[in-house]
Nanobody, 126 residues
Framework: QVQLVESGGGLAQPGGSLRLSCAAS????????MSWARQPPGKGLEWVAG????????YYADSVKGRFTISRDNAKNTLYLQMNSLKPEDTALYYC???????????????????WGQGTQVTVSS
């Protein structure tokens, strides 16, 4: 069965950095676009960043562009999110997600993802 397990969250100071990881299993990781999304406290789910199946292209929400970098290692079945210049408004539960359609690449709608991890908490505070 499909499993996505996030790790790497924690407490960071404003301006600091964190690196999230998502270990994937139960499907052919290299055949699916992947994304990160987040849910701030008391708010809805927000798509954050996506990456093509082969990692050749990445795309970001305006709120994180220039600060976050999504990447993947298809040999290790792992997705990453490098978060720099963190702000208090980045505080959220962060999820990795698998695109529903095989070999699709540019997928930014939450509804087009069919499997999600359990989430890892990121808190940005001084």
């Amino acid at each position: 069965q499909v499993q996505l397990v996030e790790s790497g969250g924690g407490l960071a100071q404003p301006g600091g950095s964190l690196r999230l990881s998502c270990a994937a299993s139960g499907f052919t990781f290299s055949s699916y676009a992947m994304s990160w999304a987040r849910q701030p406290p008391g708010k809805g789910l927000e798509w954050v960043a996506g990456i093509y199946t082969d990692g050749s292209a990445t795309y970001y929400a305006d709120s994180v562009k220039g600060r976050f970098t999504i990447s993947r290692d298809n040999a290790k079945n792992t997705l990453y999110l490098q978060m720099n210049s963190l702000k208090p408004e980045d505080t959220a539960l962060y999820y990795c997600a698998k695109a529903e359609e095989i070999n699709s690449d540019y997928v930014t709608q939450i509804k087009d993802y069919d499997y999600w991890g359990q989430g890892t908490q990121v808190t940005v505070s001084s």
